[in-house]
């Protein structure tokens, strides 16, 4: 198990590695310790709300379900990789403006996410008590954030690390960062919206 | 200790009287409330000079569930029937005198305290004790990219389950005592809580709170299937370890789960073990001394302590043991909340 503290440093390694080619406009802000970026998200097109019915959201959407989505309306989403000390790994925490639209948003990769179980406070897998997605408080900045809840994403990140070749000495971290974000990748679309 | 034995749900009287009392006193604590409704959004026809309402509300409750109270003593009292019909609780939110935006989903009494700490750096502030908490309650216009979306009390339930499972992560490692409890067991905690009722809580919440145990002379019964998730380090035998036996169940978690608050500043949590690596038990003072040195200087530098530690509004000794803390003290959403405000002397 990874320790508290060392953390930190390595969340700054993969902003100065990975450069614009590939995560854009990522700040590492010293001293808070997390990752930050924002971005503007195109609302998804209004056709995907017809899939046969199937997906009910009825907690996650709009008041006015009769509102036409406006195509080519942006969100603007603030984006951050924190360290929860609870669980002691990184987790992803994020901000919509105009929060009740998360589902909505090309944020999120859509077949992943379960239908919403009426709760307006976070989506909960079906067959587990624990939220997959909550609302709290940001770590650093205390304020209100979505963000998916870490528990299992180190079980996963874990597993990869495992069945995959060691990394370099001194590597560890940041090998251990570059499998968490290909594990949040499946959930999350990073390369989703262009920079604010 | 009948906490283990199998067959037998745990129940408070097995419990030493010590920490069951001390889980009454913090339970029972009430903090004094003033809710003003903001002049401006009263409605037309409102009998004015009635607006505010008075409460002794838990320390354990929360905004959301004291909603339904004062909204019917302001339809019975100040709204006329027009304005009854137009109101909507979803948009109601509460402001403290200053102006700060209220979290619905931190603990009555933590909004409490976390006021008098920001009190207390005020340079004319008075210290007085128990001085209502004056709240504006607004009727509209939630800021809502400051809250947290829907203070309704179902998405109250699920913050608390969510601060419930995270102390529970903290203190075993994983969650498998909060998600081994039936449904019916997880939601008999909000009831408690809604209720105010102590024993429905506890009845449920013993099963997952580390208690402190008395001297026992035979070894441990066998684990029941509720208590093998409980394993007990070779230290906490009580026939072969030093350390004193009323410590343990509190003092085999990995860590105690705490936040510190400062005033008007950022939430701090951190690792908190009940034994520090080099043997001696982690104390307040302790671990105070080591996350805000200038504030809390170590003893052996000689400066003065410049700050207090309230928990659940009482000012706690720093030779408190966090363990105990964690498993007597702690909130009804498991965790040990301090909030560090000035000594007098530093807020001039």
């Known amino acids: 198990m990874v320790m508290a503290r060392t953390f930190r440093t390595p969340l700054q390694v993969p902003v100065n590695r990975c ?18 970026r924002g971005i503007l998200l195109p609302r998804s097109p209004s056709s995907e709300e017809d899939e046969g019915g199937e997906l009910a959201e009825p907690a996650l959407v709009t008041e006015d379900e009769s509102a036409a989505v406006v195509p080519g309306e942006l969100l603007t989403c603030k984006q951050y990789v924190v360290y929860s000390a609870a669980f002691e790994v990184p987790a992803f925490y994020f901000t919509l403006h105009e929060s009740n639209q998360v589902v909505r948003s090309a944020l999120f990769r859509r077949s992943v996410l379960p239908p919403s179980d009426g709760n307006t406070f976070g989506l909960t897998l ?21 963000y998916f809840h870490p528990c299992h994403t180190s079980e996963v990140v874990g597993e990869i690390l495992a069945a995959s ?30 920079n604010t | 200790m009948s906490t283990y034995a199998p067959r037998h749900s745990p129940s408070a009287f097995s419990t030493p009287a010590s920490t069951t009392l001390f889980r009454r006193l913090t339970w029972e604590g009430t903090v004094p409330l003033e809710i003003r409704v903001d002049s401006k959004e009263l409605p037309a026809n409102s009998d004015r000079g009635l607006e505010c309402y008075y409460i002794q509300a838990p320390r354990v409750s929360y905004l959301p569930l004291l909603v339904p109270e004062i909204k019917r003593y302001l339809l019975d009292v ?8 137009v109101i909507k609780e979803e948009d109601w939110w509460f402001e403290s005198e200053d102006g ?29 004790v128990f001085t209502p908490l004056r709240l504006v309650l607004h009727l509209v216009s939630p800021p809502t990219e400051k809250l947290l979306l829907a203070p309704s009390a179902e998405a109250c339930k ?51 709170t580390p208690t402190t145990t008395p001297t026992r002379s035979h070894s441990p019964p066998p684990p029941s299937a509720a208590t093998s998730l409980h394993t007990r380090p070779p230290s906490a035998d009580p026939s072969s370890n030093n350390t004193p036996p009323d410590r343990d169940g509190a003092s085999s978690v990995r860590n105690v789960p705490v936040r510190i608050y400062l005033p008007d500043g ?83």
């Open chain 1, 126 to 146: 079906p067959d587990s008590n624990l939220a997959l997605l909550s609302q709290g408080d940001h770590p650093t900045l205390g304020t209100p954030s979505w």
């Open chain 1, 19 to 36: 450069s614009a080619s590939v995560l854009t406009g990522v700040q590492y802000v010293s001293g808070l310790g997390y990752l930050s």
């Open chain 1, 165 to 194: 070749e060691g990394a370099q000495p001194g590597d560890e971290l940041l090998q251990w960062m570059e499998v968490w974000f290909m594990v949040m990748s499946n959930v999350v679309d990073f390369f989703a919206g262009s």
């Open chain 2, 158 to 208: 699920q913050a608390f389950m969510g601060q419930l499972k995270e102390a529970d992560f903290i203190r075993w490692g994983n969650t498998k005592r909060m998600t081994g409890l039936r449904k019916a067991e997880q939601d008999g905690l909000w009831e408690g809580i809604k209720e105010h009722n102590f024993d429905e809580y506890w009845r449920v919440a013993s099963k997952i």
């Open chain 2, 266 to 348: 950022p939430v701090l949590q951190d690792l908190v073990p009940p034994v520090l690596e080099d043997g001696p038990v982690h104390t307040l003072g302790t671990f105070l001394s080591a996350r805000l040195p200038l504030l809390f200087p170590p003893p052996e530098t000689g400066k003065h302590t410049l700050a207090y530690a309230l928990l659940q509004g009482v000012q706690v000794p720093p030779e408190a043991e966090m363990a105990w803390l964690g498993a007597c003290m702690a909130g009804a959403d498991g965790w040990v909340n301090v909030c560090v405000g000035l000594l007098r002397e530093a807020a001039r």
């Open chain 2, 100 to 128: 700060n935006l209220l979290k619905w989903h931190w603990p009555i009494g933590l909004i409490y305290d976390n006021h008098s700490i920001s009190q207390s750096t005020r340079p004319n502030a008075v210290q007085s």
């Open chain 2, 78 to 85: 100040v709204f006329d029937e027009a304005a009854a019909r």
